[in-house]
């Protein structure tokens, strides 16, 4: 995207990054912790549910807050939490220490995002919505590929003390952070008021004061359950499925999901684009009618390479209707930014997390290639209802 405004999204973008990096990284260090603190399979499946439930609960709360307070210093301070928070991590051994800690850096995740997005939405114009909010949704799938390689490289190289470097970044980028984020706040407030005043310089009329549309934001609230659904769904069992189905060694099974990753980020930005050029609610149904029949695909390759064939247009579906529905989100609830921010990008992510355990027991007891059809169903009714989502009133 090109706007005068960009190296702001650019920067927000780089710290999502960083904030992402703390929970890109957790996963990666449980293994060490369970060799190291001697901890069980239960008290590891622990921290991740501190981590990713706390999070997505607790971002409607601070966009909420952030809707109705002075929060600037929330995005500042949730990095600095988020990333000094994981690295002390590494210099206790009692585990409910590390539990708190665990869900300390949840609570600063959950901090910087509502308002995060809400800045992004403000700063990045009309037309150019989707684009931004691609660039900033890039900026925490880097944080989640890197994260792992980072945790794995500093404890291979200094144990779990070297954790400490996730402070040391949380720290810098959360100061920079606090000291830009006034003048960015300047900049859309500058930013919203021309746009403003073009509008009525073309109608000759007062604009609309913004309104929520809650029954719209539900069915929209909805659609995104459903494509979190499927979107942990093939994290957690595509490499299985391809294992147990394909016959693929574990490494080429596991692969699939760091081609998933790449293939993500460039269909993010696709999907920015096309919200741009071809309207919210446009995207979000030709990247849903891609879902099902790709899934179907998917679950009767006959081979490893055709998976990774489909994964480009599998991506397509499950990143490309994102960021659109970000901003559709925020304009929804248009008096409730920072609220739809905090959904949007919380609690409606959590929901595949929460459901994966009954997935699993699904697997367990019919098979893995029922989850597979039981994907393509959810993907069915979530494309259904991306096509009953209404026109914003606002625009």
């Known amino acids: 995207m090109k706007t005068t405004n960009s190296k702001y999204i650019y920067f927000i973008s780089a710290g999502h990054m960083t904030t992402d990096l703390t929970p890109g990284a957790l996963p990666a260090i449980l293994p060490f912790l369970v060799t190291e603190r001697g901890m069980s399979y239960t008290e590891v499946a622990g921290l991740m549910f501190a981590s990713s439930l706390l999070s997505s609960l607790l971002q409607p709360v601070f966009g909420y807050l952030a809707d109705r307070i002075s929060s600037r210093w929330f995005m500042g301070a949730g990095i600095m939490i988020s990333g000094i928070s994981l690295s002390v991590t590494g210099l206790f051994e009692n585990y409910w220490l590390i539990f708190a800690f665990v869900a300390l850096m949840g609570i600063g995740n959950s901090m910087f995002h509502p308002e995060a997005a809400r800045l992004v939405n403000l700063i990045a114009g009309q037309g150019q919505r989707g684009q931004g909010m691609a660039a900033f949704s890039v900026g925490g799938n880097a944080g989640f590929a890197i994260g792992p390689i980072l945790a794995v490289a500093l404890v291979s ?204 027991m699904l697997a367990d007891r019919e098979g893995i290639a029922a989850v597979m059809y039981l994907l393509i169903g959810i993907g069915a009714i979530c494309t259904l209802g991306a096509f009953l989502l209404p026109k914003p009133r606002n625009g």
């Not at 459903?226 to 942990?232: D, H, K, L, T, W």
């Not at 990774?308 to 247009?313: A, D, E, I, K, Q």
């Not at 970000?326 to 919380?346: D, E, R």
Request: aromatic share 8%; glycine share 10%.
């Open 157 to 360: 190289l200094w144990g779990l003390k070297g954790m400490a470097a996730f402070g040391l970044t949380g720290l810098a980028m959360g100061t920079a952070t606090l000291l830009l984020v006034p003048r960015i706040v300047q900049k859309a407030k500058a930013l919203q008021q021309k746009e403003q005043q073009a509008v009525m310089d073309k109608t000759s009329v007062k604009s609309e004061p913004a309104a929520n549309d809650w029954p719209a934001f539900l069915r929209l609230t909805f659609v995104l359950l459903g494509r979190s659904a499927v979107f942990n769904g093939i994290m957690a069992f595509l490499p299985l499925y391809c294992i147990k189905t394909l016959g693929v060694s574990n490494a080429v099974g596991s692969s699939t999901l760091s081609v998933f990753a790449v293939c993500g980020i460039a269909m993010t930005l696709v999907g920015g684009w096309m919200a741009d050029n071809f309207g919210m609610i446009r995207t979000a149904r030709r990247t849903t009618l891609v879902l099902v029949p790709v899934l179907a695909m998917l679950t009767f390759a006959p081979s490893i390479s055709i998976v990774y064939v489909l994964l480009l247009p599998l991506c397509f579906a499950t990143h490309g209707i994102y960021s659109p529905m970000v901003v559709l989100g925020q304009t929804y609830l248009a008096k409730s930014i920072g609220f739809a921010s905090g959904v949007t990008l919380g609690l409606s992510t959590s929901f595949g997390g929460i459901i994966s355990p009954l997935m699993g």
